[in-house]
């Protein structure tokens, strides 16, 4: 007996994978039949640099929702090491001092949330969306009400500059990808990712050390939306106290259009980054369709519970 | 034995209150009741008899329209009557308490006794000032001494279980059914309840039908009793009418089964674990018990009774909190399932579904997840190492899978439990826990677990093995312990190990078979085997 996978193509059809696949597919072609620009490949690189910010942020969304929770502290998680870059960076003149206090604020904050599900056993999103208020707190009295600081040229070219025709950032976000896909498919760390969020007592008494794996996964997920919030920073210029406001849901919307179930347990960040694409691709069709911004999220809003209420129909078929 | 048994189905029709007749029930597999019989009078305390999984809860659930019968019929005062669910056993008179609380924590004790039929005044508001005068009142006058006022959550369980017979007894049942209620009981308590039920039957004419595993309880109380095994009816006599080895050849049908025998394990004088003086809050207490290396261990008793607890504080589950550990003779302190694995102590949980498999997970992770640490370098797993543990697991155990991509619970049940024994074979175990490896599986894998407990004891591991069957126990086992309310009652061995033996420990008559026949003295021989 080996380890191959099953290749039949019924087997195949009914996996999520292939799902985010075909949904691509129709919808590059539905943008492209509407703006036969959009076929581009230069819009095609357009929708990833876009795509790439919630990319990144989505890495840790997917690590806790596999583990059983959910991240509702995105927004400031992002924002907080937004500004503290932006502003260490101005005050002290050092990038990379800037870029390191913004990864152990996150480093902190991650290890409290956490804390408080692994140990305090708190719901995740009760927890979270708390911590989100402690990190929008943070923010404005850190900045003191006032943004200081912009980005530095690294940076800035991260964000804004191109490689033989590729973004820099959809560079670094392949390559964060590329990690965490290895992370949750060939380290115990990730297993135990699984194993938590398919049953933590079974993990418990399997010998897994459930709170130890459980703050590791706050902490890296946290880790992740500031590297992302410092990547913003270089695209927007500046940091903004609502840059990642509309991160917050879209980021769980687009793990779970991936096919990474809301209740843990399964899934995978490479249909995270098809979710990611799906909802950047939605977005297009609706501006071509020149809906103004307060419909647009409606019509997304609506969009996205169709997909998942598919999913959710086919689920149960296959049972 | 026998001339005394009142045969019910005949001549005593017309006196009883309650009767049921033909009753059968099926739980999918597994027949809970076999055209069973049942009856009681009015002002009898009746006392329900059986082995684990009998039939004695399934008569008292269908009683009280939790279960709903397949076929039979029941007859209250000679009328037939319908019982499909909890609110035609309200109509009937009847009313139920379990061992498994069925109180609503968050609210408080009045509450609690009045759900369903609250005090309210006008527009349905809830009266709470008559409310807790009144539960107060009753509280009293049935002597329970606890303020009505308080939340069920900041009780203690035995108060608990205290409010759910006030509960029970506020509806004026004409039927009072009691299933395990006294096993959460302190020694006044159940001394409170007995004269209740006393009172009840005795004084106001009612009747009470109750399971009880204490037989030095029930001679206090019972006035008749009727015997139940493998979901068939076997006999009902008035209490006093058959001695108590009577009634336990009844209970276990007096079947000596001499299939092959796979016990007398080389086992060395080497002691690679023991517990000395162990106790665990209410469960368990005074544990004391040695392991030897090579040895399988069989723990026996009623449900409940601290085997699970046991098995769990050595795994470090929910560890002692009490007594000390040695492993291979040195002390050590197991807090954590991990702190248990380090010292070579592995536990099979009895709850496979629940407790061993991640069941929407791939069979190849379920196999290796315990032995992780073992397979991987810097964090990363080893896919050669992993390929070659999977390989051995899956043929050491004969796991019959397709394809290990699949999820675990595409399994049967018996290869599901396969893979929760392979988990557990994959880690550096030195000391085996099995808590009732083969529940629910068929009789072929059954076979197969035997014989490979017994290949691994002959090759130097030491198992302790939990066991509901008593079969299984006598057919592996070089040693048994007992418990009884929590701790070690009796350790029996060799010629003692016997369905008769272990059941009378298991239900606390022990002494009294003892003085029937002075040829069994294992008691006594535990007793100074322990010290």
Known sequence: MELRKTRTVKGLVSTSGFRVVVMIVLLYLVSGVMMPTYFAPSHIMQVLVLACFLGIICIGQTFIVISGGADLSVAYSVTLSACIFAQLTKESGSGILGFLAAIGVAILFGAFKGFGVAVLGIPSMVMTLATNAILMSTTYLYTGGVLKGNATDFVTTLAKGSIFGIRWCVIVWVVLGVIAIFILRKTTFGRSVYAIGSNAQVARLSGINVVGVTIGIYIYATVMMAIAGVLLVGYLGYPNYTMADGYQLISIAAVVIGGTSILGGKGSYLGTMGGVVIIYLIQSILTILNIADAGKDIVNGLVILAILFAYDRSAKMRV | ?531
């Open chain 2, 1 to 531: 034995m026998g001339k005394d048994v009142t045969n019910l189905g005949e001549q005593t029709v017309d006196r009883e209150y309650l009767q049921m007749e033909h009753i059968s029930k099926r739980f999918g597999g597994i027949q809970a009741l076999d055209d069973v019989f049942f009856s009681c009078r009015r002002g009898e305390a009746h006392v329900l008899i059986g082995e684990n999984g009998a039939g004695k809860s399934t008569i008292i659930k269908i009683l009280c329209g939790v279960v709903a019968r397949d076929t039979g019929d029941i007859l209250i005062d000679g009328k037939k009557v319908e019982i499909n669910s909890a609110l035609d056993a309200d109509d009937n008179h009847i009313a139920a308490v379990f061992q498994e609380l069925s109180l609503i924590q968050e609210l408080s004790v009045a509450e609690n006794i009045f759900l369903g039929h609250e005090i309210t005044g006008r527009m349905g508001r809830i009266n709470f000032k008559a409310m807790y005068s009144e539960a107060d009142r009753f509280l009293q006058e049935i002597g329970i001494h606890i303020n009505s006022r308080e939340l069920v959550k900041d009780l203690s369980l035995c108060q608990k279980q205290m409010v759910e017979i006030a509960k029970a007894l506020y509806k004026k049942p004409e039927i009072l059914l009691l299933d395990e209620a006294t096993s959460a009981l302190g020694e006044e308590e159940v001394e409170w309840l007995f004269e209740k039920i006393d009172q009840l039957t005795h004084q106001e004419n009612k009747t009470v039908i109750f399971i009880s595993h204490r037989m030095d309880e029930l001679s206090r109380v019972a006035d008749r009793a009727t015997i139940f095994r493998d979901a068939h009816y076997i006999t009902s006599f008035t209490w006093g009418d058959l001695t108590n080895e009577e009634i336990v050849a009844y209970i276990s049908g007096k079947k000596d089964s001499g299939a092959n025998v796979m016990k007398n394990h080389p086992s060395s004088d080497k002691v690679v674990l023991e517990i000395q003086n162990g106790a665990h809050g209410d469960d368990l207490h005074d544990i004391n018990l040695k392991l030897r290396e090579g040895e399988i261990l069989g723990v026996a008793g009623l449900s409940g009774h601290g085997q699970v607890e046991m098995l769990h504080a050595l795994f470090g589950h929910n560890p002692f909190d009490r007594g000390e550990m040695l492993v291979d003779g040195k002390p050590v302190r197991i807090r954590s399932e991990r702190q248990a694995l380090k010292n070579g102590i592995v536990l099979v949980p009895e709850d496979r579904k629940h407790e061993g498999l991640l069941l929407e997970r791939p069979i190849h992770e379920n196999i290796t997840l315990m032995a992780l640490d073992k397979l991987q370098k810097f964090g990363v797993i080893q896919g050669k190492k992993e390929r070659e543990a999977l390989a051995h697991s899956i043929e050491k155990l004969s796991i019959k899978a397709k394809d290990l991509n699949l999820t675990a619970n595409s399994l049967s049940g018996g290869n599901q439990q396969k893979l929760v024994i392979a988990k557990a074979l994959l880690t550096d175990v030195k000391i085996l826990l099995l808590s009732d490896p083969t529940r629910g599986i068929d009789i072929g894998t059954k076979n197969e677990i035997y014989r490979l407990m017994h290949d691994l004891a002959q090759q130097g591991m030491s198992i302790i093995f939990l066991s509901t069957e008593l079969s299984e126990l006598i057919l592996l086992c070089d040693r048994v312990v007992v418990f009884y309310e929590g701790s070690i009652v009796a350790e029996l061995q060799g010629e003692d190990i016997s369905e008769k033996n272990i059941l009378a420990h298991a239900i606390g008559v022990a002494e009294d078979l003892a003085q029937d026949a002075p040829s069994d003295s294992d008691r006594e021989g535990a007793q100074s085997d322990e010290k």
